[in-house]
């Protein structure tokens, strides 16, 4: 299997790789490279086996939780866990995505590892952990100030959504249709063609997967009936497959969650079922696996003014309880394709954002709802906004849009021009953890 972003580079060290799925169970488990790697000669020394130096334990989980209840260490390769004893191996725990539910902030995780070391006569010193979290050192040190476990954000999203984006001229009807896509991005030229014309829609915003907050921001477009001025994607109940990442749901069940109320809005929502699905781009998006994600539809970006992003997580922030800051190309797909965007995520996001290099739309958009701890105060204030754009007429909206395009090439050039600095030199930062 092809690591990426150095974690192949056997000039630092050999690496031992066992890879986990949903369910906790081991999928794969080898020594990657040759023998040869492993100071072995194919005569006396073979390799893995006799190997007696250092080397990295990469552990890839899918799901911290289901393997916190198959145990870790105890399942490992015997030559790897009396290595790991006698101080020869570091162990990098890497999670594709994470957050404070599923990660190390987690205190059943958490508690779940300390009780491995100490059964397992492991020095908490030699694990290494990484996720996606672009916060979590400082929720780490913040709630587990004593540990010794050294983690870092690997920024996968962001490296995800750089090596695979690719453009469409204009939508498609079929899943199938995937190799129209020209490999190529928009640039400042395709933009800057488009100034002296009208779109003809307010926002686009793209929404596969029913979370309760998405439930609930969607059916607040509908209930203010501005759906009718979006390029709008959201499943129904009817469609979608597990495979697809969809599955059946209840809207009424989720938007309850949500609120923490029974029976919310359920004339609207009876309503609102009756005209969905919403389809935007993708004819079939929601009965097929997803492998749109980092494909841009030039129409839809080019033919609206901004994007309403709902991100994979919204949730409430307190002080005494982890806390997440998880973006996926949601956000990075807008902000590289020259829209302004209205978040609907964790608080702090877009500060986040800003530290990243890019630019925020404040004073255009009233970016205060970063700012607010409480979920519910958070997505009305974030409604307010997307309500005060779509008020506008387009010419109006048009204008403001333009105002704005310091600020879209900005993040354009950032992206294109910063970003993979930063992506090696993340990768590196991960190396001098885990390698050195």
């Not at 199938?176 to 020209?182: G, H, L, R, S």
């Not at 915003?205 to 609930?216: D, E, I, K, V």
């Not at 973006?327 to 702090?348: A, C, D, Q, R, S």
Request: proline share 2%; with cysteine.
């Amino acid at each position: 299997m092809e690591l990426s972003h150095g974690l192949n580079d056997f000039t630092k060290k050999t690496f031992y790789h066992i890879i986990t799925d949903f369910h906790g169970k081991f999928t794969e488990d080898y020594p990657v490279g040759t023998i040869y790697d492993w100071d072995g000669d194919g005569e006396t020394h073979h390799g893995f086996i006799d190997y007696m130096g250092e080397y990295v334990l990469l552990i890839r989980i899918d799901s911290f939780n289901t393997l916190a209840k198959e145990g870790l260490f105890g399942r490992i390769n015997k030559k790897i866990l009396n290595d790991l004893q006698c101080d020869r191996v570091k162990v990098c725990l890497w999670l594709q995505e994470g957050g404070s539910h599923d990660s190390v902030l987690n205190k059943v995780i958490y508690e779940f590892l300390q009780k491995e070391f100490l059964k397992f006569n492991i020095k908490e010193s030699n694990i290494v952990y990484t996720d996606n979290n672009l916060i979590l050192e400082e929720e780490f040190k913040k709630h587990y100030p004593e540990s010794k476990i050294k983690v870092v954000s690997h920024n996968w999203q962001l490296w995800r959504y750089f090596g695979n984006h690719v453009k469409m001229k204009s939508k498609v009807i079929k899943w199938e249709k995937i190799d129209a896509a020209n490999g190529g991005v928009l640039s400042v030229e395709d933009l800057l063609k488009t100034k002296d014309t009208l779109r003809d829609k307010h926002f686009l915003s793209y929404n596969r997967s029913p979370h309760s907050h998405r439930c609930a921001a969607i059916l607040y477009l509908f209930e203010n009936n501005l759906h009718t001025k979006g390029i709008l994607s959201f499943p129904s109940e009817t469609i979608g497959t597990e495979e697809a990442g969809t599955g059946k749901f209840s809207i009424q069940e989720q938007v309850d969650i949500f609120y923490c109320e029974d029976n919310v809005k359920s004339e609207v929502i009876n309503d609102f079922k009756n005209n969905l699905p919403f389809i935007a781009d993708i004819e079939d998006i929601f009965i097929k696996d997803n492998i749109w994600d980092s494909v841009v539809i030039e129409s839809s970006f080019f033919n609206t003014y901004f994007s309403f992003v709902v991100g994979t997580m919204f949730e409430g922030y307190d002080e005494e309880v982890p806390y997440t800051i998880f973006m996926t190309e949601k956000v990075y797909k807008p902000i590289t394709n020259f829209h302004p965007i209205i978040y609907l995520g964790n608080m702090g996001s877009l500060k986040k954002l800003k530290e990243l290099g890019f630019k925020t739309f404040h004073p255009y958009i009233d970016e205060s709802y970063d700012e607010e701890p409480d979920k519910l105060k958070r997505l009305n204030m974030v409604m307010e906004q997307v309500n005060k754009l779509c008020s506008m007429e387009l010419s109006e909206l048009h204008e403001l849009y333009w105002s704005m395009s310091d600020i879209l090439i900005s993040n354009y050039d950032v992206y294109h021009k910063m970003v993979h600095a930063k992506d090696k030199s993340n990768a590196e930062y991960i190396l001098n953890y885990v390698m050195g």
